[in-house]
């Protein structure tokens, strides 16, 4: 059994049996790790890498497993949009029905499927958006709903600049308000805006910055207007308009500090925090 | 709002009846199903969909013995460089029967039933020992992860709690609420040591988002019935919302308090602005249908919440303060989880740590 084992043992890793748990659970709570099935039965394994000391803890049919598999995790009261795609991939490699799974978790699993279904159908690389947690299927669903070609002027922003999960998840966030704020239709969306992103060539910084702009007017102002107050305090820094002896005096320190960016000054201020100096350096940004 | 309840039961640890009987008395035909452990309640639950689950936890009820720490710091506190009020809270509920937009249990609460907890000694006890190893007076709220009111008619719950508070040294009692049902709170004497604290918002919100609360008239007409019987009584205008016409409605929302309470009646005001978790607006967008609070320009805070952005937050604070001013110069006032300059900009004393924050907040009671 154990060579059985090894020699699968890259198709037991390819198997959908792998990903065939909550999504809502990391995968770090699995504590069965792998699953195996070998001569028509399925095993749970722990540890697969160390596969020496492998230990084989169940043996069961496939209704078994099924039914262990829902009920070790309640699975069926923390079903998500996201739980579809391994449920499908599941379907798939085993040549089974939707009606039968249907029968294991009971009608929790039709209603989502019919609910949101739709997201199955999607290409390839918008699916697995929505599997990575970047976009949420309610997004998505409310997009097409609207009339909304969303892989136009949504997926496509997030795949072709290439953003890192971060920036993802803020442009989802930013875009999904101001088209809800909007209320915008495709047509209207890419009428005015898919030359403007077209020109930007892939650059993310244009793309984020634009729609930061877009999207977030009071925020983009209100940062333009503080990085000006920091520019502005660093020259007087440089030019010595300051008075700091005074306070600094009070405070028995020397400041020996760049302010380039508000990051320097945030960590500034984060040393300084406990001092008065702080409320100086504030009010100085203030006013 | 005449509440019923689905399936009731009760957990077969409950020895102390006090509050059993009450709900005995206030449905005296419906069956209390005795359970061991919310194991047994699992099948009542309808989890078609998170709209589905949420909404059958309010049709269950779930009398059973609190477990765990009993005294707690308020769950609203965030780490870092903001400053909060420094509560206390005890649960002796968790879930809620209303239906507000924007609450965040909507997000959080994973037992979606309503919990009541009946031991009231034990809670009693552990008040006690607390009430005498604190060296600074204490605000200790019930009305976190549940409505601190909505079902006192049916519990009875703040009678004992009221009674118990008038005696202690440090602790005071702070029931938040949108409900009116104060007639029991009016039996009781609580000798200076109870704050009813009222949360309002323009009438136009009351009546579009919090489904099936008090009115704002039925909520101030309380307040001013329970100030007559000996409660202090403070106003939560939290959450304040930015939309098309805010200004007016929240100034409006001022007028009507400047005209019912003269300054130096209400002990203290609570602002606090829109903020967030993510996963929220998801389910609140599900739940409300056309929802649009989620929709305004906000930003991420180092404590992940979403907050409406400084320069917004800053027009409505100052807008609010201005009117608060208006009404009662004096009034102490605090603003929930917002970060140090918020304080020195808006605030005529800066505290320099929550300790602070509470002194201030208490200082027309204590």
Redesign the interface.
């Known amino acids: 059994m154990q060579f059985q084992i090894q020699k699968d043992i890259n198709q037991i890793k390819n198997s959908a049996l792998q990903h065939f748990y909550p999504w809502t659970e990391p995968k770090s709570n699995y504590h069965l790790s792998t699953v195996a099935l070998i001569d028509e039965q399925f095993y749970w394994l722990e540890n697969l890498d160390k596969s020496n000391k492998s230990v084989l803890v169940l043996r069961t049919s496939l209704n078994e497993f099924i039914l262990h598999t829902i009920e070790l995790y309640s699975w ?2 923390r ?1 998500v949009p996201q739980d579809l795609f391994s449920i499908r991939d599941f379907i798939m490699e085993f040549d089974l029905e939707w009606d039968a799974l249907y029968e294991y978790f009971g ?2 699993l039709r ?2 499927k019919l ?1 949101w279904g739709f997201i199955l159908d999607l290409p390839l690389k918008y699916q697995k958006l929505i599997l990575n947690g970047i976009a ?1 299927p ?2 998505l669903k ?1 997009m097409c709903s609207n009339g909304f070609k969303w892989r136009d002027c949504y997926a496509d922003i997030l795949s072709d600049f290439q953003l890192s999960y971060s920036q993802q998840r803020n442009v989802i ?1 930013l875009l999904g ?1 101001y088209i ?2 909007e209320g915008f239709d495709s047509a209207t969306f890419i009428k005015k805006y898919q030359d403007v992103l077209n020109s930007f060539d892939g650059d993310r910084r244009k793309l984020i910055s634009f729609l930061n702009e877009l ?5 983009v ?2 940062r333009m207007k503080r990085e000006s107050k920091i520019k502005d305090l660093q020259h007087k820094l440089n030019a010595d308009q300051i008075e700091w002896d005074r306070s600094l005096e009070s405070c028995n320190i020397r400041l020996h500090w760049s302010i380039k960016t508000f990051e320097d000054f945030k960590a500034l201020k984060k040393i300084l925090k406990s001092s008065e100096i702080d ?1 100086a350096i ?1 009010e100085i940004l ?1 006013n | 709002m005449s509440v019923t309840f689905e399936h009731i039961f009760i957990d077969s640890e409950v020895s102390d009846s006090r509050i059993p009987d009450h709900v005995n008395e206030y449905f005296p035909n419906q069956k209390i199903i005795e359970v061991r452990g919310f194991e047994e309640i699992k099948k009542f639950i309808d989890r078609s969909d998170s709209k589905s689950i949420i909404n059958s936890g309010k049709k269950l009820l779930y009398l059973n013995n609190y477990k765990g720490d009993v005294i707690k710091y308020c769950p609203a506190k965030s780490p870092g460089e903001y400053l909060c009020c420094d509560l206390h809270t005890i649960n002796l509920m968790s879930n809620c029967i209303f239906n507000c937009a924007y609450c965040i249990l909507q997000a959080c609460l994973t037992n979606p039933v309503m919990q009541v907890h009946c031991n009231l000694d034990h809670i009693f006890t552990e008040l006690g020992k607390f009430d005498k190893n604190v060296n600074q007076t204490i605000r200790i709220c019930t009305g976190e992860v549940a409505d601190s009111l909505a079902l006192d008619n049916i519990l009875h719950q703040n009678e004992y709690l009221v009674s118990y508070f008038a005696e202690c040294k440090n602790l005071y009692l702070e029931l938040k609420t949108k409900s009116s049902a104060i007639e029991n709170l009016l039996k009781i004497d609580p000798k200076g040591r109870t704050v009813v604290s009222f949360s309002l918002n323009p009438e136009t919100i009351v009546n579009k988002i919090e489904l099936h609360t008090s009115n704002l008239g039925e909520r101030l007409s309380a307040a001013r019935r329970l100030i007559s019987a000996g409660y202090h009584v403070a106003f939560n205008v939290d959450p304040v919302l930015y939309y098309e016409g805010w200004k007016q409605d929240y100034r409006e929302l001022f007028m009507t308090l400047k005209e019912q309470f003269k300054p130096g009646e209400i002990s203290w005001m609570h602002l606090g602005l829109l903020r967030y978790i993510p996963g929220l607006a998801g389910i609140a967008r599900q739940r409300f249908p056309g929802i649009k609070i989620f929709d305004q320009e906000f930003v991420q805070g180092p404590d992940r919440k979403y907050r409406y952005p400084k320069p917004i937050r800053d027009e409505i604070y100052a807008f609010l303060y201005e009117n608060l001013e208006e009404w009662d110069l004096t009034m102490p006032r605090y603003s929930c989880v917002e970060q140090s300059s918020h304080w020195r900009k808006f605030h005529p004393h800066i505290p320099k740590n929550t300790a602070q924050v509470n002194e201030q907040v208490l200082q027309r009671i204590v």
Not at chain 1, 215 to 219: E, F, I
């Open positions: 069926g009261e079903l009608e929790s209603e989502l609910k949420e309610g997004l409310y966030e308000r809800r704020r999207c977030s007017p009071r925020l102002e209100y409320v504030a203030e």
